[in-house]
């Protein structure tokens, strides 16, 4: 197993995240279900759910420093329809049978009130974590396992059109393999065209500081995530 890093391990989005570990997708839950069916909306979000999973296992494993916290997380709504949308959603993961609980406006604390939020959707599953520290730990883990990682290499071309024989080239050499992953997340579109249409990166804002002292008590996403 290689992994082929264009930068250096946690550069970029992997790295400049908020570090929120969350379950199911951008959309909210009601959402998904709206438009791809209940079905797949559940199935969404149990692969987000196994994923928490694997994260939390793998940091207990190899003991990686990363802040990891399970504290779940709130969703906040800015509008009636934002509003009347966590609702819905309360109600379609409580008929799944997946933990989460709508908080209506008067049950918020002060600092949400004053802010102008209205309702909220709480999700007691969801956690955090420092985002550079999880993924070198990682790395660090892999590495261990055997797995031979490749900084500063930069692929410029994926070759899978036979199966089980994928080319990988970067700009200073190429590697052969049974199978790839594409890791690139939004940027997919450039090294698989067929992606470009399906995957469009529109929105990409992070402010970083010095360590502070919490603001909040667990994640806080709000305004569809704006």
């Known amino acids: 197993v290689a992994v082929l890093e264009g930068d250096a391990i ?4 992997t790295g400049r995240n908020a570090g929120f570990i969350l379950a199911g997708v951008a959309e909210r839950h009601s959402r998904v279900a709206a438009l791809f069916g209940e ?6 979000w149990s692969l987000t759910l196994r994923n928490h999973r694997l994260m939390a296992d793998a940091i207990n494993e190899f003991k990686i420093d990363c802040d990891y916290e399970q504290r779940g997380s709130i969703q906040l ?13 309360a109600s379609l993961l409580e008929k799944d049978g997946f933990p989460g609980r709508y908080l209506p406006p008067g ?12 309702g909220a959707l709480e999700i007691p599953s969801d956690g955090a974590l420092d985002p550079v520290r999880f993924v070198r730990g990682l790395a660090s883990a892999c590495e261990g396992l ?10 410029v071309d994926v070759d899978a059109q036979t199966l089980g024989d994928v080319r990988v080239k970067t700009e200073g050499g190429s590697i052969k393999a049974m199978a790839a992953l594409l890791c690139t997340n939004a940027l997919a579109g450039d090294l698989a065209p067929v992606l470009k249409a399906q995957v469009d990166p529109n ?4 402010l970083a500081t010095a360590p502070i002292p919490p603001l909040f008590d667990r994640p806080v996403y709000a305004n569809h995530g704006f």
Do not use: N, T
Request: charged share 20%.
């Open 10 to 13: 946690g550069f970029g989005a």
């Open 146 to 155: 055997g797995v031979q990682i490749f900084e500063g290499s930069i692929v």
């Open 203 to 206: 929105r990409g804002q992070m």
């Open 39 to 44: 079905q797949r909306a559940r199935d969404l």
């Open 107 to 118: 049950s918020l604390p002060a600092v949400y009130r004053g802010a102008g939020f209205g």
């Open 77 to 89: 709504s800015s509008s009636g329809q934002e509003d009347d949308e966590l609702q819905a959603s």
